[in-house]
């Protein structure tokens, strides 16, 4: 695979047009990987010109996707703090996780963090952009405070829990050069098809 980036960083132009490709952890041909597994850079304000423009790709990248929570910088090639996501009050998606308790419109982090709230674990599904075709039951502290930066350096904290604090340590992982696989037990990944077919037994049962 290879980094697809228009003009936008290397000559100063303001259009993207065509976004890069994921990087695929588990993908022999891809030679991007470490990103993935190294400490993302933190960022300063203001902003630089190209700090935003990834800012820019990387949203545009999310909402390109029908069905993606989450999205961290190094996912697509940028050993950046910034990760973006979304939580929506949606019933299917409330269906689908019910551990979903908290809600979060669309949202733009830099540098952010987290800390556990407690010892308590709960174990579910996970899958990656950055991981092929696989899922695997992670366990995530259930309670978390986070703390992060606005695009323009207001300093944002506050508690989540349930599907939203499994979901922001998913992300800020991948600042931390880490993957939902590196937790998942031995002999429990699963393809997607399998995991899918999990789920939805488990919710109509």
């Known amino acids: 695979m290879t980094l697809h980036i228009s003009c936008a960083l290397l000559n100063g132009c303001t259009q993207v047009s065509n ?9 022999p041909q ?21 700090d935003r423009e990834i800012v820019q ?11 993606c929570a989450g999205l961290a910088a190094p996912q697509i090639g940028f050993a950046k703090q910034i990760i973006i996501f979304e939580v929506p009050d949606d019933p299917k998606l409330k269906k689908w996780r019910p551990d979903l308790v908290q ?15 407690g010892d308590e674990k709960h174990s579910d599904y996970e899958g990656c952009f950055s991981v092929k075709d696989m899922a695997g039951p992670v366990a ?4 978390i405070h986070y703390s992060a930066y606005t695009l323009e350096g207001e300093h944002v904290e506050g508690r989540a829990e349930g599907f939203l ?5 998913h992300e800020i992982d991948h600042l931390r050069g880490r993957c939902f696989i590196d937790y998942v037990p031995d002999g429990e ?5 399998e995991y ?10």
Do not use: C, G, H
């Open 57 to 67: 790709i990387l949203t545009d990248k999310f909402e390109q996707e029908d069905n």
């Open 189 to 193: 990944l699963l393809s997607i098809e």
């Open 19 to 27: 976004l890069p490709s994921y990087v695929i952890l588990n993908d």
């Open 196 to 205: 899918r077919k999990r789920r939805q037994k488990a919710m109509e049962s």
């Open 103 to 117: 809600t979060m419109p669309k949202t733009v982090w830099i540098n952010p963090t987290y800390e556990p709230l």
């Open 30 to 50: 891809d030679n991007r990987v470490n990103v993935l597994r190294q400490p993302a850079q933190s960022l300063t304000f203001p902003l630089s010109k190209e």
């Open 165 to 169: 604090a499994r979901l922001l340590q």
């Open 140 to 143: 995530r502290f259930k309670t």
